[in-house]
């Protein structure tokens, strides 16, 4: 295991939560019942977190300043704004379907998205 991955793991353990390459199961069913529900929030609490910062991203290319935008897809008769909003509302749609609505339980690749993203968010918090 490389330094950068052991930084990562301590990442994970002061947040209180279960490292990727940690069994999840098994884990939460050695914990103690107040633990598991401690660590089971601090999860949600971080995939909500990441699911606002796409969410910003996204936002973000609504204004122009933030706009990049392909000679391929932009259409002549197509206002810009048009197409930025147009473009937003897909992505907004896309992370809907990638991180599962709130209150439902989410599909197997959904709790990948969302592992995946906290994953993201720590790894960018440990400088390397």
């Not at 295991?1 to 990727?20: A, C, F, H, K, R």
Request: glycine fraction near 6%; include cysteine; charged fraction near 40%.
């Amino acid at each position: 295991m490389n330094p950068y991955e052991t930084l990562v793991q301590i990442e994970y353990l002061s947040l209180g939560i279960i490292p990727p390459n940690v069994p999840i199961n098994e884990s939460l069913k050695k914990m103690s019942p107040g633990e598991s529900r401690k660590a089971r929030r601090k999860f949600r609490k971080l995939h909500r977190k990441a699911k606002k910062e796409y969410e910003r991203s996204v936002r973000e290319r609504l204004s122009r300043r933030g706009f990049i935008g392909d000679k391929e897809t932009i259409r002549p008769k197509m206002v810009k704004r048009q197409l930025r909003e147009k473009m937003c509302d897909e992505g907004l749609i896309d992370i809907q379907k990638m991180f599962g609505a709130a209150g439902e339980d989410p599909t197997v690749r959904q709790r990948i998205e969302r592992h995946r993203a906290v994953n993201i968010s720590i790894q960018m918090k440990v400088d390397y």
